[in-house]
């Protein structure tokens, strides 16, 4: 009996330290802490979240312009979340690109997400824009403003609209999905652009 009480008390300790820690990451995918992100604000009206972020680059406007314009090789530079990355479609200033993603802070059978974008670059304005294509999640629609700084870096703007499609998931953790997603792709420019090491691809077995 002693043995059987024993047994249940380590399970019992093991359930509620696994709920601590998923707790503690979802509240700091709430707070939106990735340090790619030098200023966040979200805001959610009705089924649709706002957002705003800014991120700095050490780099000048023409190379982190450029590096933005490839998606596609999200997977080459962010293989920690992006599984698979490639054209469908490039005419002119659009292309079209499927992603793979995976996001580790959303539950099971959410983690994973197939998602294809529509990209429109500016070159003129340093600008670009996308919206998803039939996500089943939501409906996105996103906008990347690159700014020169008097250093000779660069500021990116950004600012997304997100209508979610599905309320399956609680509110910070779609807080948490769009920043994650976000930081993504700051993350895997500043691995292209050589500032940041990019991690070795496993593959799979």
Not at 36 to 51: F, H, L, P, R
Not at 59 to 83: G, S, T, Y
């Given at each position: 009996?002693?043995?059987?009480?024993?047994?249940?008390?380590?399970?019992?300790?093991?359930?509620?330290?696994?709920?601590?820690?998923?707790?503690?990451?979802?509240?700091?995918?709430?707070?939106?802490?990735?340090?790619?992100?030098?200023?966040?604000?979200?805001?959610?009206?009705?089924?649709?979240?706002?957002?705003?972020?800014?991120?700095?680059?050490?780099?000048p406007i023409d190379k982190v312009?450029?590096?933005?314009?490839?998606?596609?090789?999200?997977?080459?530079?962010?293989?920690?979340?992006?599984?698979?990355?490639?054209?469908?479609?490039?005419?002119?200033?659009?292309?079209?690109?499927?992603?793979?993603?995976?996001?580790?802070?959303?539950?099971?059978?959410?983690?994973?997400?197939?998602?294809?974008?529509?990209?429109?670059?500016?070159?003129?304005?340093?600008?670009?824009?996308?919206?998803?294509?039939?996500?089943?999640?939501?409906?996105?629609?996103?906008?990347?403003?690159?700014?020169?700084?008097?250093?000779?870096?660069?500021?990116?703007?950004?600012?997304?609209?997100?209508?979610?499609?599905?309320?399956?998931?609680?509110?910070?953790?779609?807080?948490?999905?769009?920043?994650?997603?976000?930081?993504?792709?700051?993350?895997?420019?500043?691995?292209?652009?050589?500032?940041?090491?990019?991690?070795?691809?496993?593959?799979?077995?």
């Amino acid at each position: 009996m002693k043995a059987i009480l024993g047994i249940v008390g380590v399970l019992i300790l093991a359930a509620l330290v696994y709920v601590f820690i998923e707790y503690r990451t979802i509240q700091r995918a709430a707070a939106c802490p990735a340090k790619e992100i030098a200023t966040s604000n979200m805001t959610k009206n009705g089924d649709t979240w706002n957002v705003a972020f800014t991120s700095k680059f050490d780099a000048p406007i023409d190379k982190v312009f450029d590096a933005f314009q490839h998606p596609e090789r999200a997977a080459e530079f962010a293989p920690e979340n992006v599984m698979k990355s490639e054209i469908t479609k490039d005419e002119g200033n659009t292309k079209i690109v499927d992603v793979i993603g995976k996001l580790d802070i959303l539950p099971p059978g959410f983690k994973v997400q197939n998602l294809r974008t529509q990209y429109t670059v500016y070159p003129a304005e340093h600008r670009i824009t996308s919206k998803s294509i039939d996500f089943k999640l939501a409906d996105i629609d996103s906008e990347y403003k690159f700014e020169p700084t008097a250093d000779g870096k660069t500021l990116l703007k950004f600012s997304q609209t997100s209508k979610q499609k599905q309320q399956l998931l609680v509110e910070s953790l779609q807080k948490g999905a769009l920043c994650e997603t976000y930081a993504t792709q700051v993350r895997a420019v500043n691995r292209a652009l050589g500032l940041a090491p990019t991690p070795e691809k496993h593959e799979a077995s």
